[in-house]
């Protein structure tokens, strides 16, 4: 990976080629948009992205496919240029990932108007797998309710948004690695919400909870920032207390299989947004070291 992020810093050339071609492996294109905007401006960024977009272009006009194919990766690369120019300019992964989460949603809410029949066929497949998920498992109350296009759009958010941070976590963590050794682990391990930002994010997520199950994808969505501080929190305990890396395994085997990880980890980016654990952990192994 240092020897892409090497290339693509090498020239302009280098970066568009990199762009370019990056859309056959998960996450390469955008993670070069972020690099080259973080390490250099936005019109370079601006010049990598176009070059990015090309090859969807291509796809488009080239062959008979859903609009939805192209508008979903093409919005990805819009969101990525946007927030590595939002984190280069204000050094702030807090604010990066609230506007990320914001410009997310408006993202997807201008797909729902540029492709809405693709959006609508959309919605009745996902309606169809969830009657037919409900069926097999005669489970009416956890598949008791119809997706509708808030539902639909909200997942297309959550999934722009999240691809998009995924992205710039690469793009800093490449910056890193040539310019900062160490810079991008440090800066994650004490990433933590404001107190206030973090209320504000968790009365919206229990607000949304509130509401039919069509609004989930969009709770999750608004709980993202909340959850990367959760995650840093562990990464940062796990380092602290010299604790082995399959404490990070099981973590991110909950992420991914047991349910209730989220929550616990949503809560925990909360509680040290409010009382600062990792600062207090600091103290005690002082204290008993």
């Known amino acids: 990976m240092r020897a892409l ?5 090498r020239g302009r050339a280098q970066a568009c080629g990199v762009a370019l071609l990056g859309w056959l492996l998960p996450l390469v294109s955008p993670a070069t948009i972020g690099l080259v905007s973080l390490r250099k401006d936005s019109s370079e960024g601006l010049i990598v992205t176009l070059w990015a977009i090309l090859p969807w272009l291509a796809l488009y006009f080239a062959g008979d496919v859903s609009p939805l194919i192209v508008l979903l990766p093409l919005a990805v690369l819009a969101v990525i240029a946007a927030v590595a ?8 992964w807090q604010w990066t990932l609230v506007i990320a989460g914001m410009v997310s949603a408006i993202v997807a809410i201008s797909i729902g108007f540029i492709a809405s029949d693709e959006v609508d066929l959309v919605v009745v497949s996902i309606a169809d797998f969830f009657a037919e998920m409900g069926a097999q498992a005669a489970i009416s109350d956890e598949f008791d309710f119809t997706p509708d296009r808030t539902f639909v759009l909200g997942l297309f958010a959550w999934l722009i948004g999240f691809t998009a941070v995924c992205a710039l976590f690469v793009s800093r963590w490449w910056q890193s690695l040539l310019f900062n050794p160490g810079g991008f682990q440090k800066e994650f391990h004490e990433f933590r919400l404001d107190q206030s930002v973090a209320i504000v994010l968790i009365a919206l997520v229990i607000a949304g909870v509130v509401l039919p199950l069509a609004y989930r994808p969009w709770v999750e969505l608004m ?14 305990s796990v380092k602290m207390m010299n604790m082995g890396v399959h404490w990070l395994g099981l973590m991110y085997f909950g992420l991914l299989f047991i349910g209730p990880t989220g929550t616990v980890l949503i809560g925990l980016g909360l ?3 409010i009382l600062n654990l990792r600062s207090r952990l600091a103290a005690f192994k002082n204290r008993n070291s």
């Open 5 to 9: 992020a090497e290339l693509i810093m």
């Open 85 to 92: 120019n939002v984190l280069r300019s204000s050094a702030s």
């Open 223 to 236: 709980s993202l920032p909340l959850l990367i501080a959760g995650v840093a929190v562990v990464h940062s």
């Open 271 to 273: 509680v040290d947004s």
